[in-house]
């Protein structure tokens, strides 16, 4: 419901000023698909396309209806670095995704001075977040969410822990250890 609500205020602010055509509004879901973190993906993806299927039954966003445009970023940060520059010169202005904080760190780079709206669902790295960007995340800071599982763990009787993680995604990674 969250994800619902944050996407179509997203990509419905921008519309209601100056809105004549019934063309339907393009949207770009970044999802990794296949290799890394396909989990993510494909249930963001979903996610992304029941959202855009309510929206679309309710009668779209002042008359329009909703495209999704789905393009997988499993290759990694560079594929997503030439997906969304492909994404952005195609003249797509609201990206859903990238999933996860490492291909985040590149879709910033790559935002830099666009006309376009992108919403991260799950990237949750500090270091991305408190940009003056056209990014916005939905996630806490991982930091906090590390704080809280500590906090739990604490207060559980736990006094010792393995951590393993994914190194695919450092941005996310070593953030998250270092504060737990």
Not at 66 to 90: F, H, Q
Not at 104 to 119: E, W
Not at 166 to 174: G, Q, T, V, W
Request: hydrophobic share 45%.
């Amino acid at each position: 419901m969250k994800f619902h609500f944050l996407c179509l205020l997203t990509i419905s602010l921008p519309l209601w000023i100056g809105c004549g055509s019934k063309d339907p509004i393009q949207l770009a879901i970044l999802a990794p698909l296949t290799r890394f973190s396909t989990e993510l993906g494909t249930h963001g993806r979903n996610g992304a396309l029941l959202a855009i299927e309510e929206i679309n039954a309710s009668g779209g966003i002042n008359g329009r209806p909703l495209k999704a445009n789905i393009y997988d970023v499993g290759g990694g940060p560079d594929s997503c670095k030439t997906i969304l520059t492909t994404v952005l010169d195609s003249g797509i202005q609201y990206i859903i995704g990238p999933f996860t904080s490492n291909m985040a760190q590149v879709s910033m780079d790559v935002m830099a001075n666009r006309k376009a709206l992108l919403i991260t669902p799950n990237m949750s790295s500090p270091l991305l977040m408190g940009k003056d960007d056209p990014i916005f995340c939905i996630q806490t800071p991982n930091t906090l969410q590390a704080v809280a599982i500590a906090d739990y763990m604490i207060s559980m009787g736990v006094d010792s822990i393995i951590t393993v993680f994914d190194l695919s995604n450092r941005e996310y990674a070593y953030k998250n250890v270092a504060q737990f």
